[in-house]
């Protein structure tokens, strides 16, 4: 294997990292989403229920 194809399969394997990294990413992002839902979900139930006692 010459240096031109080692090349090509390092470059190819970075490309497929950066890939999975993204992915990664995203799904990180999409459970954020819904973490930073429940959590106001959860601060409008709270304030509500101050708000009812007090």
């Given at each position: 294997m010459g240096i031109t194809d080692r090349v090509v399969?390092?470059?190819l394997d970075t490309q497929?990292?950066?890939t999975?990294?993204?992915t990664d990413l995203e799904h990180t992002n999409r459970d954020l989403a819904?973490?930073?839902r429940d959590t106001?979900?959860?601060t409008r139930d709270l304030l509500?229920?101050?708000e009812e006692t007090a």
């Open positions: 399969l390092r470059q497929r990292q950066q999975r990294t993204i819904t973490d930073l106001q979900a959860l509500r229920h101050i």
